[in-house]
């Protein structure tokens, strides 16, 4: 018997970002065919099998085929060592001709005295040569005798058709039977696709050139006919965990989707969804007829609208009930089935509600009435999220925990790394066509829409973007600004977590900032900085914004012990503010939180309390003395009620520092500001106002434009400014400049005039203005570089009394660069 042997050889020459569009295309997910099929493969001749193999393809349609994009190989995974090969530029096949590729014209004329229309390897300088596609693959193409597969790609190396036989099934099971030698497998009819073995059968002598349309179609036999196996209704059961939980289960049922998903370590994984055969379902609305397969690291070989047949072991993984990877057996059946129609779903708003209305539709097609409104915008890692057509409200908030957002449903690409014809939609934007499976990940269920272009977007222009006023003589501004993974070129950590952007794709975010810093904001006389990673960063964005603003920004800034390297920070105007001192304000607790702070050594039993502390900064501000507390909380990673505790802990300990200011003066000038990472009305909120004796003057502002950040389709209010009573009547304005939280990822990076000031980052622009005594008139101020940062200073535990009392009371970038026509659109990965 024949064996292959694969050549792989270092493919040079080629760029990473070309690697990157093609070899991570998925690969199995066969496309509707425009009339051209593989008809006949003779893999096993006698003799020189390297010289003589040949496939042949026909145009089974209507009209002339232009094949100089096809593919034909033998490899069916992009990326691997088997080979694949392009047509020649010009190429044209007439309707119902073949034409015969052959492995040498040499080898092929000693079988049947004339030549092929093509040759992969060079015999005759006569016979044109295929192309190589080391896009796709890098070796050669070698067809087993054992088994193998062939495929045809199109010009965006999707599969429009594949076959394999003897041990192999790929596309379809049973396998095309191997054959004896000197016999090949032919189609017949040729016109006849029905992705099963039935489509072939042996051919003896073989007929290179020669393709058979007479014959009527065979039917393949339906197993469903032929084993009864249990409905899946019957595995999931009523419950909210599966009635079979555990247990080995074998069912069929049609393919209607997958997902792949990267994490943040980088690893992707692939789930596939499988729901009954329309008319096999067990008839009981109160069970899911559809389930999830988890694959693991391994992509599925069959694709969207196959019959499989199903072993292995129920299993739930955070609410989703999922058949598990290990000895997991699949079997595609049939090809091309219908999928079962979709539910058409309109969930209520009670969060408590959600389970009972969702559990009996996991794992299903399910599909919202046209159209759907956009409330969340799409993320880099390809999704959004909307709410159905009967929801009257513009957006959805949430001001405390139980707040109901059940009506908010979250759309997820069937890639999270590929989001090739999915669209970048902005909060307000109709949406039609949603429809996929049903999974639930992250606390929410959530739709897998399949096909991105069969989505219909009526999208609004983007409006004229707000700006803060002008101040007047006798006003100072102080903003918080959020400026989302602001990172240099330098791996410091070595950690998939840090962010490690492009060199253009920091100077593009640098552009975007000092725009925002100028235009939006106005230039502050304040400004709160979170996520940035080093001061360096900050003198460069001064020096960019200087002409802006007619004066370099005075940079404060402290390393902190955050594993990711982001830390808190403060700009300030030199021509008005002075700063006196600057301290991280560390300290300990009783909540075991991991982090680890060199600086400071906690008793027994105690951890640091935060991995970003406190900058507290003395300052004066035409000459009146002014403290500013800068901060950014500990996220929900790991869990919203899980990390609650933390932020409590945090928010206590940054009221002490306030009440331990008062206490000395209560007349103090205090501002408390950042990102808090909670709701406006969570515990952690409300004790830093109330222990802290201060107000959150973001709460003055109305309900509709009270919010500052979007998650998951519901909008939030999660950063704040906090004054003491001192300030309280000086306040002259508030605002929150929504310019970021409603637009897509992708304008992240555009910085073409109609869309340089939005998306800048993830965060919306919290503003105040405070009138104060007879300001000096602002002398402009260009030299040099930013004023340097005070020298750090010893960080020593800061506790209160009733510290341990009160500490128990949240896509990297990888992508495609495009840039057009100055704009320039880049899909970096959400942050985690």
């Known amino acids: 018997m024949h064996q292959k042997f694969v050549w792989r050889w270092l493919l040079l020459g080629v760029t990473a970002v070309l690697l990157l569009t093609t070899i991570f295309q998925p690969t199995h997910a066969q496309i509707p065919n425009p009339g051209l099929l593989i008809t006949e493969v003779f893999y096993n001749p006698p003799g020189e099998e390297s010289a003589r193999e040949w ?3 026909a145009n089974v349609g209507t009209a002339v085929l232009d094949l100089s994009d ?8 992009s990326g691997g060592g088997e080979g694949m090969r392009r047509f020649p530029a010009g190429t044209l096949l007439e ?3 073949a034409l015969v590729v052959a492995q040498t014209a040499v080898g092929f004329r000693f079988l049947y005295g004339t030549n092929p229309d093509f040759e992969l390897t060079d015999s005759d300088p006569n016979v044109p040569d295929m192309r190589n596609y080391l896009l796709w693959a890098t070796g050669d193409i070698a067809l087993a005798n054992d088994g193998d597969e062939l495929v045809l790609l199109n010009e965006r190396n999707l599969i429009i058709d594949s076959v394999n036989y003897g041990d192999r099934d790929t596309f379809f099971a049973p396998a095309v039977t191997a054959v004896f030698e000197n016999q090949s497998i032919e189609r017949n009819p040729a016109n006849c696709d029905t992705d099963t ?11 290179p050139g020669v393709v058979q349309f007479d014959d009527a179609c065979r039917a393949p036999l339906n197993p469903a006919e032929l084993e009864a196996l249990p409905p899946i209704g019957t595995i999931q059961g009523a419950g909210e965990v599966a009635a079979a939980i555990n247990q080995t289960v074998t069912f069929r049922g049609i393919v209607t989707g997958v997902y792949e998903d990267r994490n943040a370590a980088g690893t992707t994984f692939y789930t596939a969804f499988v729901q ?4 096999f379902e067990d008839g009981d609305p109160a069970t899911s007829d559809g389930i999830a397969l988890f694959f693991g690291r391994g992509r599925p070989s069959f694709q969207t609208g196959d019959q499989i047949r199903v072993s292995g072991l129920v299993t739930e993984f955070f609410g989703l009930t999922e058949l598990d990877d290990n000895d997991l057996e699949i079997r595609v059946e049939l090809s091309d089935q219908p999928l079962p129609d979709p539910i058409l779903i309109d969930p209520p708003a009670a969060t408590e509600a959600l389970a009972a209305y969702f559990e009996p539709l996991e794992g299903m097609r399910v599909q919202l009435a046209d159209p759907a409104r956009v409330v969340g915008p799409t993320f880099s890692s390809c999704g959004f999220a909307v709410v159905s057509s009967s929801v009257t409200t513009p957006r959805i908030f949430r001001r405390v925990l139980a707040d109901p957002i059940g009506q908010v449903v979250p759309i997820l690409y069937q890639s999270d790394q590929f989001c090739d014809g999915f669209p970048h939609v902005k909060t307000g934007d109709l949406v039609s066509g949603l429809v996929g499976p049903l999974t639930y990940n992250f606390d929410q269920f959530k739709i897998v829409q399949q096909a991105g272009d069969e989505l219909v977007v009526l999208a609004e222009p983007l409006t004229e973007p707000v700006a803060a006023p002008a101040l007047q003589p006798d006003q100072i501004s102080i903003a918080s600004f959020n400026m989302e993974n602001y990172f240099d070129l330098i791996d410091d950590t070595g950690d998939d977590a840090e962010p490690k952007p492009l060199e253009l794709e920091l100077r593009l975010k640098q552009q975007k900032l000092a725009a925002a810093l100028t235009h939006t904001l106005g230039c502050p006389t304040l400004v709160a900085v979170q996520e940035v990673e080093k001061g360096t ?3 460069e964005l001064a020096l960019l914004a200087a002409d802006g603003c007619g ?9 902190s012990a955050d594993v990711r390297g982001i830390d808190v920070a403060l700009l300030s105007n030199p021509n008005l503010v002075t700063v006196e001192s600057a301290q991280l304000m560390q300290t300990c607790t009783v909540l075991e939180t991991g982090v680890s702070d060199a600086r400071v050594e906690c008793p027994a039993g105690q951890d640091v309390l935060f991995s970003r502390p406190p900058l507290l900064v003395k300052l004066l501000v035409a000459e009146r003395p002014f403290t500013l507390i800068v901060n950014h909380f500990k996220s929900k990673l790991g869990g919203e009620a899980e990390t609650a505790p933390w932020r409590l802990a945090q928010a206590n300990h940054v009221a002490g520092l306030v009440t331990d200011i008062l206490a000395e003066n209560p007349e103090a000038n205090v501002v408390v500001l950042g990102d808090f990472n909670d709701y406006e009305q969570a515990p952690p909120l409300l004790a830093l106002a109330e222990n802290g004796n201060m107000e959150n003057v973001l709460l003055r502002l109305p309900d509709e434009t009270r919010y500052s ?3 998951g389709g519901v909008s939030q209010l999660i950063d704040g400014i906090f004054i003491t009573p001192a300030l309280q009547d000086d306040v002259a304005d508030v605002m929150i400049l929504h310019v970021n939280a409603d637009y897509p990822d992708a304008l992240a990076v555009n910085v073409s005039p109609e869309a340089l000031l939005f998306k800048t980052t993830d965060h919306d622009l919290p503003l105040l203005i405070l009138n104060l005594d007879a300001l000096p008139t602002p002398e402009p101020r260009l030299d040099g570089t930013a004023v340097p940062s005070p020298t750090p200073i010893n960080i020593e535990p800061i506790e209160h009394p009733d510290d341990a009392a009160r500490g128990w009371l949240w896509w990297l970038v990888a992508g495609l660069l495009v840039v057009v026509g100055g704009t320039a659109v880049l899909f970096v990965r959400r942050k985690l």
């Open 55 to 57: 496939i042949e393809i």
């Open 70 to 77: 096809i593919k034909i190989g033998d490899e069916e995974q």
């Open 95 to 97: 309707p119902e001709q």
């Open 197 to 207: 073995a039935t489509d072939w059968q042996p051919q003896q002598p073989p007929t």
């Open 276 to 279: 009954d055969i329309p008319g």
């Open 537 to 539: 960063l900050l003198d």
């Open 551 to 559: 004066f370099t920004y005075t940079v404060t800034h402290l390393e």
């Open 709 to 711: 950040y979007v998650f």
